[in-house]
């Protein structure tokens, strides 16, 4: 019996989690205010079994929360979505603690308060500190690196795994010739703008991106989302046609055209890198495949290339085309390839083109 209770407590105390984050005020909250949030914040995690601190420093916050993981998951979430703060930092997110930090406090809330001590205004830097690295390290983070961390994953430690996914290639047509012919600050721009669209579309349709190489964006779904994946590259290409229309005729962002590939099948996914630099990524022949379909779009003229594996996982009625069958470089044998009837799939420009374009428009406004 006491055995049972014994293992009983220990699988209790294997689930639970400790996370610690800093975050910024989003207006001026008085002494009154605070001590609200820490009177709520007490009454409701002593429901949940939830301790911790809550620690104010001028502008910002420093909380530690241990308990549940269940129960941390759901008040993580309410306290993100609380107005009163914003660019909530997860620190560090320890799983399967067996000890708390702060067991006889629901959430003891401290301010430190008043301008003068040296002590405070040392920690208030560091806290400043801290919340500036992290915003620049995030953005240079690739998301799914990130995801692990705000579990409490170290993404070092996840071992490679072969997955089946969807990846995608987009990248600019002509990029090489393009960015030698216009002033570098358009090519920064049209570069950035690009991988913009191509990042936030993709995400928005659930997709994930794993890096950019130059003007390229590398991307994956999970298998089963052929749709969204489809989505996505429509979107891109609308999204695009959009900033070629906007702008005037001797710009870069004018010629901004791109390819599109999908392949679907078995990747590897997991760290690949070295002591310099890491990348969490996938890797394999369907990648490659994904790489040359994109590459296969000057040829076939058409914006989108998909590999019949994209195609098979579709649910949606899409009015699939077959363009042909190419022998890629890396595939035993020829493969089937398919793009779209869909009138995005006609406003597209191979590299010869798109030089005749520039030249047309800009004349003697750019030098080769
Ligand atoms: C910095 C900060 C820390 C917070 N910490 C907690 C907390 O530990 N537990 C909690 O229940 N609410 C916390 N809150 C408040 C929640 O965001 C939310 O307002 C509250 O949980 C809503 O409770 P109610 O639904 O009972 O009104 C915190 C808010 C802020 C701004």
């Known amino acids: 019996m006491l055995r049972l209770a014994k293992k009983a407590q220990s699988r209790e105390r294997a689930k639970m989690k400790r996370i610690i984050y800093i975050s910024t005020v989003n207006r001026h909250l008085s002494e009154e205010e605070i001590e609200s949030i820490g009177?709520?914040?007490?009454?409701?995690?002593?429901?949940?079994?939830?301790?911790?601190?809550?620690?104010?420093?001028?502008?910002?916050?420093?909380?530690?929360?241990?308990?549940?993981?269940?129960?941390?998951?759901?008040?993580?979430?309410?306290?993100?979505?609380?107005?009163?703060?914003?660019?909530?930092?997860?620190?560090k997110a320890e799983t399967e603690i067996t000890e708390r930090h702060f067991p006889k406090w629901s959430m003891r809330t401290i301010r430190l308060a008043g301008s003068g001590d040296i002590i405070l205004q040392a920690i208030r830097d560091m806290l400043q500190n801290i919340a500036q690295s992290h915003r620049v390290i995030e953005r240079y983070t690739q998301p799914s690196v990130l995801k692990f961390l705000t579990e409490g994953v170290n993404p070092l430690t996840v071992l490679p795994r072969k997955t089946d996914k969807i990846v995608l290639f987009c990248d600019m047509v002509g990029f090489s010739y393009l960015s030698d012919m216009f002033p570098v600050e358009q090519v920064a721009e049209v570069v950035n703008a690009f991988l913009e669209v191509c990042s936030t579309t993709i995400a928005d349709h659930g997709g994930v991106v794993a890096k950019y190489v130059g003007d390229c964006t590398i991307a994956y779904f999970e298998q089963g989302q052929s749709d969204s994946a489809i989505s996505a590259c429509l979107d891109v290409l609308r999204r695009v046609g959009e900033m070629r229309g906007n702008n005037h005729d001797c710009h870069l962002m004018k010629?901004?055209?791109?390819?599109?590939?999908?392949?679907?099948?078995?990747v590897i996914e997991g760290n690949f890198g070295s002591s310099v630099k890491m990348d969490y990524t996938v890797l394999g022949g369907t990648v490659n495949m994904a790489a040359r379909l994109e590459a296969l779009t000057r040829q076939i003229a058409k914006p989108l290339a998909m590999s019949e594996s994209v195609m098979q996982g579709a649910q949606e009625n899409w009015a699939f085309v077959h363009v042909g069958d190419f022998q890629l470089k890396g595939a035993g044998k020829s493969c089937p390839v398919y793009s779209l009837n869909d009138p995005l799939m006609d406003d597209f420009k191979d590299h010869s083109h798109l030089i005749e374009d520039m030249r047309q428009a800009c004349g003697n406004q750019v030098h080769e």
Do not use: W
């Not at 010629?255 to 078995?266: I, K, M």
């Open 39 to 91: 009177q709520i914040s007490a009454r409701n995690n002593s429901g949940v079994g939830i301790t911790g601190v809550l620690i104010s420093v001028h502008d910002y916050f420093f909380q530690v929360l241990e308990g549940d993981e269940d129960a941390i998951a759901q008040v993580i979430e309410r306290i993100r979505r609380d107005p009163r703060h914003k660019d909530m930092h997860i620190l």
């Open 255 to 266: 010629f901004l055209y791109c390819g599109l590939g999908v392949a679907a099948g078995t």
